[in-house]
């Protein structure tokens, strides 16, 4: 009979994996974290039994407030600063940003990019992407080299007022040619939202909201090219291994899984993050 560790070894992924969109596990009531030591354990722990080796990292605040204020925004940027001190090996952080106040958004990426050595920029459901409040943010991220990931989705029941379609996003990018865009879910934004965001050539999409469903994956390496994809679980709301399924039961060559796995974020973020590409 296999051993434990034989059995795991045939669903890890066959190169080393980063994830593009994971928050605290503070921010989401169900887990009972009492420090930011636990956080850090309990979420590398269950990354790393899944294959997932480096992860980007955003908090939303414990509150998951829709408008945050620029005090929880700074709580929140804090907290993963403390994430990568404790473990700068495995946590690439993100600085997120409210649109409703763009100049106190511009002070707070200079302060996490600029000084902290943050790696990229959230947004997510305060503002549209169409709304100007984005654009000193976005120009901001241009001049600090790193890519933005913004929240989409399209609920059939749905969005929030303030929460991005991916036709929104393709406002955004072409707003914004240079910036690199990471529109996040694309199980949430479905078939028509890679047609809508398909010309805009800066902008990428993650594998996270939803579950799994076959053939979504392909049909976006197949309308968008391989290197405009990227592996992200939206854990701990997903778990990394369903997530991580979703490009490993893909029909893809183990090379082009690399590409979403690894190398597709490698390129994206800046220099200063450290990720090969391999
Ligand atoms: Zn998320």
């Not at 994971?22 to 956080?39: A, G, K, M, T």
């Not at 459901?125 to 990931?149: K, N, W, Y």
């Not at 879910?185 to 890679?194: A, D, T, V």
């Not at 992200?232 to 893909?250: E, M, N, Q, T, Y």
Request: with cysteine; net charge neutral.
């Amino acid at each position: 009979m296999a051993t434990l560790g034989e059995l795991r070894a045939r669903v890890l992924p066959p190169c080393p994996a980063l994830d593009v969109h994971v928050h605290p596990l503070s921010c989401f009531s169900p887990y009972r974290i009492e420090s930011v030591e636990q956080d850090v354990r309990c979420l590398r722990e269950a990354a790393q039994r899944s294959g997932v080796t480096k992860v980007c990292v955003f908090s939303l605040h414990p509150t998951c407030p829709r408008e945050p204020t620029v005090a929880q925004c700074q709580e929140a940027n804090d907290y993963v600063l403390r994430m990568r001190d404790l473990a700068p090996d495995f946590f690439l952080p993100f600085c997120y940003v409210n649109p409703m106040y763009p100049g106190e958004s511009v002070v707070e990426i200079r302060r996490c990019v600029g000084e902290e050595g943050m790696v990229g920029v959230k947004l997510w459901v305060s503002r549209r992407a169409t709304d100007p409040g984005l654009d000193p943010i976005v120009g901001e991220s241009v001049a600090q080299d790193v890519p933005i990931l913004q929240h989409a989705w399209r609920k059939t029941t749905g969005n929030l007022e303030g929460e991005s379609t991916p036709g929104d996003v393709a406002h955004l990018a072409r707003r914004h040619p240079r910036a690199r865009i990471i529109m996040a879910h694309l199980n949430g934004c479905n078939p028509r939202g890679i047609e809508e965001v398909a010309d805009c050539p800066n902008i990428f999409i993650d594998t996270s909201g939803g579950d799994p469903e076959r053939g979504v994956v392909e049909l976006a390496v197949a309308r968008l090219g391989a290197r405009r994809v990227l592996y992200g679980s939206d854990a701990p709301i997903r778990h990394f291994g369903v997530s991580l399924a979703k490009v490993l039961g893909a029909e893809l060559s183990d090379s082009v899984r690399r590409e979403l796995l690894w190398n597709n974020a490698a390129r994206l973020l800046p220099a200063r993050a450290g990720v090969g590409v391999i």
